[in-house]
């Protein structure tokens, strides 16, 4: 993507951000605009550039979901996921591949049996299709971006452009942020997580998204041979989504991108030449520096209590007993639900209110690996074991991915701190099982990667 179209992208996504907070229905309006120019696009476009659409428009919708979900843009909640769904058959249906990449329809088929049990012993007051549709949205939605994405072929420079268009609205949801809580100083009272400083909605998920966004532009920020001014430029951008992602209170997403960036900061230098090794030193010293500001800021922002926060400390600075906030002993009441239903699970969306029958408290999963147990039994067990080694089987064979560990860490961190309530593990997922081809010639044994 040209730097000129990049910016002018910036700008529009601006002016969203302004217009939808000033007219909140624009993001209906939005969401129905981006769903007819991405269906035109994929349908149109020739046959030999349908795999970079289908992922363009996919990372678009990926990076837009929360944005347009804080603001009632998707008509419903799931509608983000199913609509990546549509786009990936839009894309199988005309392109071919891989057979083995039918392992991820096994791993589809092994989650079936758990909706007979749900259907069956479901209590009357559960809305079945909700609970169903809610619980099963994301592992489909992965499985099928995973058939799509297994083996598919998609040039280095066309997937940093597809990891643009992901980041684009998370810039529009940045600047929004901002328009809601400028004064953070007045809604920061503790150290919990903070829904008026996420825009309202859920810390969680909206420290997840720019986590995303930080990990883009940080890999854009290592990777670029432009100018120092644009690489500025990104850092900047980098900085804001940063703070923004900090004074959400939530940990997760935050923590998440931190890994992804060492973990692309340490391979990126393994395989690049002296050169640009020494670049690389040089723009980590100047990122820590950035990093920095931020943390300052973020600081004064809050009152102090950001740095509580990570130092798992109430408001009056005394260290909390569980620092998985709750997520500790829904782990384990999860994991005691598969030990008394071992073969078959309780059913989709049977944990919900089975703790609540239990308990009296009403508690979501926050962790995919659990969930997908005590609702599946060992069919669950089997499902999970396929998205967990299917990757890492497939890179044996495969190096090409420079960003295989990175997409795979975000994958498998999320799912366990923010299960799958957002599309985007899924496509980050089946981002890993790319095989990425490079516009010059790797060197022998150690392939050095060019930047943009």
């Known amino acids: 993507m040209k730097l000129s179209l990049f910016y002018k992208l910036l700008v529009f996504h601006f002016l969203l951000a302004v217009g939808v907070f000033a007219f909140r229905p624009l993001a209906q309006v939005y969401f129905l605009f981006i769903t007819g120019f991405f269906s035109y ?28 979900r804080m603001n009632g843009g998707t008509f419903f909640y799931e509608a983000s996921k199913y609509l990546v769904i549509v786009f990936m058959l839009m894309g199988l249906a005309s392109n071919s591949f891989s057979n083995k990449s039918l392992i991820y329809i096994l791993y589809i088929l092994l989650l079936v049996p758990g909706v007979f049990v749900a259907v ?13 549709a809610f619980n099963l949205s994301g592992p489909i939605s992965l499985g099928i971006v995973a058939v799509f994405c297994y083996k598919r072929a998609v040039g280095f420079n066309q997937l940093k452009i597809i990891l643009l268009a992901l980041f684009l609205p998370l810039f529009s949801m940045t600047v929004y942020l901002f328009l809601y809580t400028p004064n953070l100083q007045s809604v920061v009272t503790g150290t919990e997580s903070n829904f ?38 990104d850092l900047i951008l980098l900085g804001f989504l940063t703070f923004r992602a900090l004074v959400t209170f939530s940990r997760g997403g935050v923590l998440t991108a ?17 050169k640009t090794k020494f670049r690389i030193k040089f723009s980590l010293f100047v990122f820590l520096v950035m990093i920095f500001f931020t943390w300052i800021i973020s600081s004064i922002q809050t009152g102090g209590f950001i740095e509580k926060r990570y130092a798992n400390q ?21 994991l005691n639900e598969f030990v008394n239903n071992p073969f078959f699970g309780i059913g989709v969306g ?6 609540l029958n239990e308990t009296g408290i009403e508690a979501a999963s926050h962790n995919e690996m659990s969930r997908i ?23 044996l064979n495969n190096k090409t991915n420079l960003f295989f560990y990175s997409f795979y860490l975000f994958w498998l961190l999320t799912i366990n701190h923010s299960a799958m309530r957002i599309a985007a593990p899924a496509f980050i997922y089946g981002l890993s099982l790319l095989n990425i081809r490079y516009e010059t010639t790797p060197i022998h044994r150690k392939p050095s990667v060019q930047s943009r």
């Open 41 to 68: 696009k994929i349908l149109r476009t020739s046959k030999k550039n349908k795999t970079f659409y289908v992922l363009f428009a996919s990372a678009y919708v990926v990076g837009v979901e929360v944005f347009l």
């Open 120 to 132: 069956s012993d479901m209590g009357f007051e559960t809305n079945i299709r909700r609970a169903i």
């Open 196 to 233: 008026v400083t996420s825009g309202g909605f859920g810390p969680n998920q909206v420290a997840t998204v720019l986590g995303i966004g930080m990990f883009v532009m940080a890999t854009r920020f290592f990777m670029s041979k432009e100018p120092f001014f644009h690489r500025f430029i």
């Open 258 to 274: 931190i890994a992804m960036i060492l973990v692309f900061l340490a391979v990126f230098y393994l395989k690049v030449n002296l």
């Open 314 to 334: 109430d408001a009056a600075g005394r260290v909390k007993e569980d620092v998985s906030t709750g997520r500790t002993d829904l782990f384990a009441f999860e």
């Open 350 to 355: 049977k944990v919900k209110e089975e703790r």
């Open 373 to 395: 147990v005590a609702e599946h039994g060992l069919m669950g067990v089997f499902a999970f074991l396929i998205l967990l080694i299917t990757p890492l089987a497939f890179r």
